[in-house]
């Protein structure tokens, strides 16, 4: 399935193709999208329960998971879930909630040798077994093999770690379409996390589309980019967009069969559902949009990159990732000025054109996986937030 992506020389020539037409890739039609979709309380609440949780989503990459007892707990569709290597290799998750009374066992990230309990001191090991308790004689017949952390499905490949919550087995075709975006050298270079008062589809919706590069990005993204200039390409409920950069005009001396996509453009892969892994020239970018109410999201930002192992690498991977912060500002504006608008009452549905064809993708799918009554329900009206 991974063949469904074109090649790097593909995509280059598409691209020089739509720079001589002035042209760009076209999907099939509209879409409109219900401005309920975004407020509504039951949306919200069936997003997470039938997607969120159903879906193979990734959690973190591989690299932040190094050794044995690395661990990152974060929540998952509003689940607390701790990821742990073992000492097997094997990555495992949890959810992060201990089994006397609840208490959530860490937060963050950091490599442990067990997980124990801050309010009582309950261990447990890396492979979620309850290994102690202290004082135990005060729980006469407690089987601790009926106390070990309660697992969620989990799978590595292709350097992410994938949770699945409420689902027996993770769907293992829809992985292997993925790509290998990193190599055993890449590492995590930083993570960093940030609230967004905007529904977690507004802000994906920022990350698939090039027609606003121009307006939305005049001083940061559109001097080096092309405004709505962009392939994009589906692979099964995921998608690709490519976004060019000018220097690529440099390509059209080099021979059809010599040409690299490498420093001539960014790939943003959106997978299905919360997503998105960005590639830049000295880092890739993966964030994970974190729904945490219908009118708020938390993004949380790995950056990764093979060039860290030395001074100069790291100088290049920081002014990579400050230039693309300043754009993304840009973008975070944008989608907190759309979750203003939409108790406007002013439109019924949003309206993606035809260059917009990745999120009629995202909108399709997340419709398919919904069902029939794709979580309609009462509309509930929010204030709206300043960002
Ligand atoms: S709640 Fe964790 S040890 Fe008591
Ligand atoms: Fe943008």
Redesign the pocket.
């Known amino acids: 399935m991974a063949a469904l992506l074109a090649d790097d020389r593909a995509i280059v020539e598409r691209i020089l193709t739509h720079i001589d037409r002035n042209t760009t890739d076209l999907s099939a039609g509209i879409w409109r999208e219900p401005v309920d979709h975004y407020i509504s309380q039951p949306r919200f609440s069936a997003e997470i329960e039938r997607v969120l949780r159903l879906s193979p989503t990734p959690f973190c990459p591989s690299a932040a998971l190094p050794e044995v007892g690395s661990y990152v707990a974060r929540e998952a569709a509003l689940t607390p879930i701790v990821a742990i290597r073992g000492h097997d290799g094997v990555v495992r998750a949890f959810r992060n909630v ?6 959530q ?1 860490v937060d963050g990230s950091g490599c442990k040798p067990a997980l124990t ?6 261990t447990y090991g890396l492979d979620g077994r309850l290994r102690g308790i202290p004082d135990a004689h005060g729980f006469p017949g407690l089987d601790k093999t009926k106390y070990g952390l309660v697992p969620v499905r989990t799978l590595e490949a292709h350097g992410l770690v994938f949770v699945t919550q409420d689902e027996p087995e993770i769907p293992n075709a829809e992985i292997s379409a993925l790509p290998d975006l990193f190599g055993a050298d890449w590492r995590l270079y930083t993570t960093t996390a940030q609230e967004v008062a905007a529904n977690w589809k507004i802000v994906a919706e920022g990350f698939l589309e090039g027609y606003h590069i121009r307006s939305t990005h005049a001083e940061t993204f559109y001097p080096r980019q092309y405004d709505n200039l962009n392939v994009v390409e589906a692979f099964g409920r995921n998608s690709r967009v490519s976004f060019p950069y000018r220097r690529i005009e440099k390509l059209r001396a080099i021979p059809a069969a010599e040409r690299t996509a490498a420093g001539m453009l960014t790939y943003v892969y959106h997978l299905f559902p919360n997503v998105m892994l960005a590639t830049f020239p000295t880092n890739v970018i993966m964030t994970v949009l974190e729904p945490k109410a219908a009118d708020r999201t938390r993004l949380v930002t790995y950056t990764l990159s093979n060039m860290a192992g030395h001074q100069e690498g790291r100088t290049a991977i920081a002014q990579g990732r400050d230039f693309v912060a300043a754009g993304a500002v840009e973008d975070r504006d944008m989608a907190c000025a759309a979750q203003r608008g939409l108790g406007a009452r002013a439109n019924d549905a949003f309206t993606f054109g035809l260059f917009e064809g990745a999120i009629r993708h995202f909108h399709q799918n997340l419709e398919a996986v919904l069902g029939p009554d794709r979580g309609r329900g009462a509309r509930v009206e929010l204030a709206p937030t300043p960002c």
């Open positions: 201990c089994r006397h009374r609840g208490v066992l309990c801050r309010y009582h001191a309950w």
